[in-house]
């Protein structure tokens, strides 16, 4: 089955510092992928996404993610954290006839 | 407004009863789902519909039905809530833009 995995399920920086997520996917061709941000009561909102014409994708706010088809990786980094950030971030797989969610990694920002 | 609408935002029901989740969009999609999301557990696909003459089951279809009423509602009924059913839910449209979620239905049943 075609799946994401979110290797962590909370982060925890500093302000300032870089952040970085952690995806994996599993697939025999290169997926569709994407990382959506839920903040506290919000819907979610899509910051980037991924369809293999440039491995490295630049999002909203600052985030980017780089997808590495040798690592079967699509982690999503930022250089610098803000206090915005803290949210809860999901990687997903789009397919064919639907989508599959990460569990999510919920980030938090230390002032 | 929104792209994705869903009706109510929030939600108190009792054991037993029916209730509706709705959801439009001004898209233009055809293509349109329902997840419900736990702690822990991400979003988990209920049904998927592609067009209007087109419903399937998704992961955890038990408990739900839907009905696609035109290209851009989809609304989603628990015939009899169970406390379990208590959840977020998100309705969502895809196209070629991606994918578009609505603001979440939070479902508590009591």
């Known amino acids: 089955a075609q799946s994401v995995t979110q290797l962590d399920s909370h982060v925890s920086v500093s302000e300032g510092t870089p952040v970085l997520l952690r995806c994996n996917y599993s697939?025999?061709?290169?997926?569709?992928l994407f990382w959506y941000v839920q903040h506290p009561n919000k819907g979610l909102q899509l910051l980037l996404k991924y369809t293999s014409a440039a491995t490295l994708v630049k999002g909203i706010n600052g985030f980017e993610a780089e997808f590495k088809k040798s690592e079967t990786s699509f982690h999503l980094t930022k250089p610098s954290a803000h206090m915005s950030d803290a949210a809860e971030y999901f990687c997903v797989r789009g397919g064919y006839q639907k989508v599959t969610f990460g569990t999510g990694t919920k980030l938090q920002v230390i002032p | 407004d929104a792209d994705v609408t869903q009706t109510p935002r929030n939600r108190i029901t009792k054991t037993g009863k029916r209730i509706m989740l709705e959801c439009s969009q001004t898209k233009g999609h055809d293509r349109m789902y329902w997840y419900r999301q736990d702690p822990g557990l991400g979003l988990r696909l209920i049904y998927y519909s592609f067009d209007v003459k087109d419903i399937n089951k998704g992961e955890i279809s038990d408990g739900y039905s839907v009905s696609r009423q035109a290209q851009a509602k989809f609304s989603l009924s628990l015939e009899s809530a169970i406390p379990n059913q208590t959840a977020l839910y998100f309705c969502a449209t895809s196209g070629r833009d991606g994918y578009t979620f609505g603001s979440g239905t939070r479902l508590t049943v009591v």
């Open positions: 697939s025999s061709y290169s997926p569709s």
